[in-house]
């Protein structure tokens, strides 16, 4: 079953769609927040997928729209990284008023963007009863390096730095386009969702370039965390959820998985699902 819902965060109304497992009337179960990528928003095919397989699994899931993204309220295109952390823990506190959730038993899956604020919000909120990052990113100057990795990118994308923030100081704000941010091959760029933001404000860049969930990834611990990445990922550099791991506390998962990319989800990868259900039932079933 779905049910269009909103909830409010920071004054702002933001869209969501539960999903909903067969189960009795007075059944609490645990339950998910799946968090979208960047400038995408709740209907993208990794996003459904997810909700639908954590349905079918016997957990309540809940997708909804950033602020800025999708059908929510916010400036569009802006998606500042502390701002999405914030919507996150508001969702947390909407979902856990539903009767079929347990409330102590909510957990967030992220992809890529979606990921980092995924381990960031696990780590700052003990709410958080377990965590799945896939693509995430832990260090956000790092990412850039190596998203940028030519000497001719690197020019190119200091040159955008060194810009946004003189007209910064003018006052004289300046919009960003989404592959001079986070480059994708164009043979991936059909797996973003319809209605994606494509121009972003240039503080999304500041805030993401600054944004380290390294910083947290180890107050997570003793709840249980899977990094799931592409050993060869086009857009977000694998060795991000190395380091995550590296940092991590027990128990934690990590998994470099050789036939899939970045949309890892969307590709309806059986050794993806396979890993996810199993690592589930071993650390965060749907009924305790």
Request: glycine fraction near 10%.
């Amino acid at each position: 079953m779905e049910e269009r819902v909103s909830f409010v965060s920071d004054g702002l109304k933001l869209a969501g769609i539960i999903h909903l497992p067969d189960a009795g009337p007075a059944e609490r179960r645990a339950a998910f927040l799946v968090l979208h990528g960047f400038g995408s928003n709740k209907d993208g095919g990794g996003g459904t997928t997810v909700a639908k397989m954590l349905a079918g699994l016997g957990y309540a899931a809940l997708r909804f729209d950033f602020r800025g993204c999708g059908e929510s309220e916010g400036e569009r295109g802006r998606v500042i990284c502390m701002e999405q952390v914030k919507d996150t823990r508001n969702a947390l506190s909407f979902l856990a008023t539903r009767p079929q959730v347990d409330p102590e038993r909510i957990a967030v899956i992220g992809q890529s963007f979606g990921a980092a604020v995924a381990v960031y919000t696990a780590g700052v909120d003990r709410r958080v009863a377990a965590c799945v990052s896939s693509g995430g990113w832990g260090d956000g100057a790092k990412k850039f390096r190596k998203q940028h990795a030519s000497p001719r990118a690197w020019k190119k994308f200091t040159a955008m730095m060194r810009e946004g923030k003189r007209r910064k100081r003018a006052g004289k704000p300046m919009s960003v386009p989404r592959y001079d941010i986070v480059p994708i091959p164009p043979r991936l760029r059909g797996n973003l969702a319809p209605g994606s933001i494509m121009e972003f404000p240039f503080e999304v860049v500041e805030t993401m370039y600054a944004f380290n969930a390294n910083d947290v990834v180890g107050r997570i611990a003793p709840r249980p965390l899977l990094l799931l990445h592409s050993a060869n990922d086009s857009v977000t550099p694998t060795e991000q959820s190395v380091e995550l791991f590296e940092r991590a506390g027990k128990p934690t998962d990590l998994h470099l998985i050789a036939d899939v990319d970045h949309f890892m989800f969307a590709e309806g990868n059986t050794l993806v699902v396979n890993l996810v259900r199993n690592w589930l039932a071993k650390y965060f079933p749907p009924q305790v």
